[in-house]
């Protein structure tokens, strides 16, 4: 693996591990829809996630990230459409996919 790619991936996996401590053990959506604070520094990390892995995808197209594109376009959503964001959906993407991703950066950092 080249190591610009493994830096990337690195960086994915400090964003979600931020993102988990930023939330705590217990997630509460509703601690989370009513702290600005903490609404924006998740949407932050998932744009460095997001940016992350279009680095990744520059470097190898053929990444085998579950919907990889997706991530991307989640952080151009975030980013561009900041005024749209919705609490709902980020939590959606936290509890649903950050696990997934987790654990496909995680195999590939073993390699």
């Not at 609404?39 to 992350?52: K, L, N, S, T």
């Not at 990444?63 to 900041?82: A, E, F, L, M, P």
């Amino acid at each position: 693996m080249k190591h610009e790619i493994f830096k990337h991936l690195f960086d994915i996996k400090t964003s979600i591990d931020s993102i988990y401590e930023y939330l705590g053990e217990e997630r509460n959506f509703q601690e989370y829809q009513n702290n600005k604070l903490l609404r924006r520094g998740v949407e932050r990390e998932i744009e460095i996630i997001g940016e992350a892995m279009d680095r990744i995808l520059k470097a190898d197209p053929n990444c085998q990230i579950t919907d990889s594109r997706k991530i991307v376009d989640t952080r151009n959503r975030i980013i561009h459409g900041y005024d749209s964001v919705s609490a709902d959906v980020i939590w959606l993407i936290v509890n649903r996919y950050l696990p997934i991703l987790q654990k496909e950066v995680q195999e590939l950092l073993k390699h």
